[in-house]
């Protein structure tokens, strides 16, 4: 007979961002575990395009296409996901951007998008599936992080607040929910190849190799790298891990 720790079936996971990059690889696994899967983004075609590819794998999955800085939105995606599958037992808030500029040239905008996107976006989706956790006596909440959660790095400083702000809303939310059977922890991937670090490479290569000759594994990391993590934090296997951040590296912060 198999083991059940690790299992997902019956399980909703919602992941924000869920249509590239991190966490479509999270959203893929999390499904080939037996979960129903939803995602989201702003980008509809490329939701659209994520859903088609996960249904090879996946048996039930949708797209949904919102936008985590906008409250009505996060509230209208939540309240398809439970209408969809009645139930939502894992949130992963994953969706992210990042505005690079050096601190004394950053803009109050930028600042505040990147914020309000990596930061309050995560607070509000978590708000927002709270009384559907609690009813149902369990829940799951995985934020993402990042190595500057740990870090400081001098043309992230939004991005870097938000990320260690995220480490801090994890601990709170852990603490708050823990009476309710709801856990919440934080993935702190290293550096992966996606999307948004795909700058770094063409246009970065000193900083690109730099990171590289300090990352133990001696590669960037991809998508799938993550994905481990996220059902492991999803499933029953992590139900006594509660407001912890792992990190996700390939050795980087014990470098
Ligand atoms: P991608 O750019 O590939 O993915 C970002 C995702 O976030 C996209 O799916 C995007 O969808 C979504 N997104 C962005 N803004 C919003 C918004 N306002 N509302 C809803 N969705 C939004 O990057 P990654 O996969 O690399 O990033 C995923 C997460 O991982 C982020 O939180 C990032 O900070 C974090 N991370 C990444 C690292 C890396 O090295 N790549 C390292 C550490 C952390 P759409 O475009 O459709 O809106």
Redesign the pocket.
């Known amino acids: 007979m198999s083991s059940k720790l690790f299992d997902l079936t019956g399980k909703t996971a919602i992941v924000?961002?869920?249509?590239?990059?991190?966490?479509y690889g999270m959203a893929s696994e999390i499904g080939k575990s037996g979960a129903n899967v939803v995602i989201?983004?702003?980008?509809s075609d490329?939701?659209k395009a994520a859903v088609n590819e996960l249904k090879k794998s996946v048996d039930n999955v949708i797209g949904i296409d919102?936008?985590?800085?906008d409250e009505s939105s996060i509230k209208d995606m939540i309240k398809t996901s439970y209408d969809t599958f009645g139930s939502i037992d894992v949130l992963i808030n994953?969706?992210?951007?990042?505005i690079r500029e050096l601190p004394e040239n950053y803009n109050t905008d930028d600042w505040n998008k990147v914020i309000n996107?990596?930061l309050t976006?995560a607070f509000l989706c978590s708000r927002e599936v709270y009384p559907i956790m609690k009813s149902q006596g369990s829940g799951k909440i995985i934020n993402?992080g990042?190595?500057t959660s740990i870090f400081g790095l001098d043309w992230a400083v939004a991005y870097a607040s938000s990320k260690g702000g995220i480490v801090q809303l994890t601990k709170t939310l852990a603490v708050s929910w823990a009476k309710d059977n709801i856990q919440s922890n934080c993935i702190l991937?290293g550096?992966?190849h996606?999307?948004?670090?795909q700058g770094i490479k063409d246009q970065f290569q000193d900083r690109y190799q730099q990171i590289l000759s300090r990352i133990p594994s001696n590669r960037w990391g991809e998508?799938d790298d993550l994905a481990g993590t996220a059902v492991y934090l999803s499933s029953s296997a992590s139900d006594y891990v509660n407001g912890v951040s792992i990190a996700v590296d390939g050795g980087y912060t014990s470098f």
């Open positions: 924000t961002g869920g249509n590239g990059g991190i966490g989201t983004g702003r980008n490329k939701t919102s936008d985590v800085s994953n969706a992210g951007i990042g996107i990596n976006g993402i990042s190595m991937p550096w992966i996606t999307d948004l670090t998508p």
